[in-house]
T-cell receptor
Framework: KQEVTQIPAALSVPEGENLVLNCSFTDSAIYNLQWFRQDPGKGLTSLLLIQSSQREQTSGRLNASLDKSSGRSTLYIAASQPGDSATYLCAVIPNTGFQKLVFGTGTRLLVSP | GAVVSQHPSRVICKSGTSVKIECRSLDFQATTMFWYRQFPKKSLMLMATSNEGSKATYEQGVEKDKFLINHASLTLSTLTVTSAHPEDSSFYIC??????????FGSGTQLSVL
């Protein structure tokens, strides 16, 4: 059974810092991995999608990497801003359960002005 | 990205009533939609997979008669919480996929049962 863990569970940083969020998964047989952002009481916003054959994806200040063999993905946020404060979730689609995303436990990020 | 619209965003109801939540794919057709439940400060839990024109597939432990799912068209799936009770209070989110890879989520519905 696929298990997805995110470290740290919570993170508080001053504005301007670069930071890294970690996601690990137990079964490397994944179809793809997706990073989401969730604001309190809101739905999920897709940030980056990494196909299993890819090693990284970039969008603006965000960069996500994927190392399937070691079961790890990282989300790098450059020059953090208060507006980045949210919960970040990673999710994997296993090869066996085609569209059944398995979500990580989430990282709650707070960026202080 | 694609847009998934979910309504209502918030509903408060009395115990014993039924509540319907709608999930629409606005600019694409979705043969499959997914319904999730989220408790405070917890991650999302898949409840069921909604298939257009056929019965939904429920995850283990999810009561089919409590959470009725209808996917009557390629752009609309509904979740009805029947005879709601306080323990059903939660945040419900739907999602849909265009090409069976990337998922797009609705904005969620906060259900509070008094």
């Amino acid at each position: 059974k696929q298990e997805v863990t995110q470290i740290p569970a919570a993170l508080s940083v001053p504005e301007g810092e670069n930071l890294v969020l970690n996601c690990s998964f137990t079964d490397s047989a994944i179809y793809n991995l997706q990073w989401f952002r969730q604001d309190p009481g809101k739905g999920l916003t897709s940030l980056l999608l990494i196909q299993s054959s890819q090693r990284e994806q970039t969008s603006g200040r965000l960069n996500a990497s994927l190392d399937k063999s070691s079961g790890r993905s990282t989300l790098y946020i450059a020059a953090s801003q208060p507006g980045d404060s949210a919960t970040y979730l990673c999710a994997v689609i296993p090869n066996t359960g085609f569209q059944k995303l398995v979500f990580g436990t989430g990282t709650r990020l707070l960026v202080s002005p | 990205g694609a847009v998934v619209s979910q309504h209502p965003s918030r509903v408060i109801c009395k115990s014993g009533t039924s509540v319907k939540i709608e999930c629409r794919s606005l600019d694409f057709q979705a043969t499959t939609m997914f319904w999730y439940r989220q408790f405070p400060k917890k991650s999302l839990m898949l409840m069921a997979t909604s298939n257009e024109g056929s019965k939904a597939t429920y995850e283990q432990g999810v009561e089919k008669d409590k959470f009725l799912i209808n996917h009557a068209s390629l752009t609309l799936s509904t979740l009805t919480v029947t005879s709601a009770h306080p323990e059903d209070s939660s945040f419900y989110i739907c999602s849909a996929s265009i090409d069976r890879s990337e998922l797009f989520f609705g904005s969620g519905t906060q259900l509070s049962v008094l």
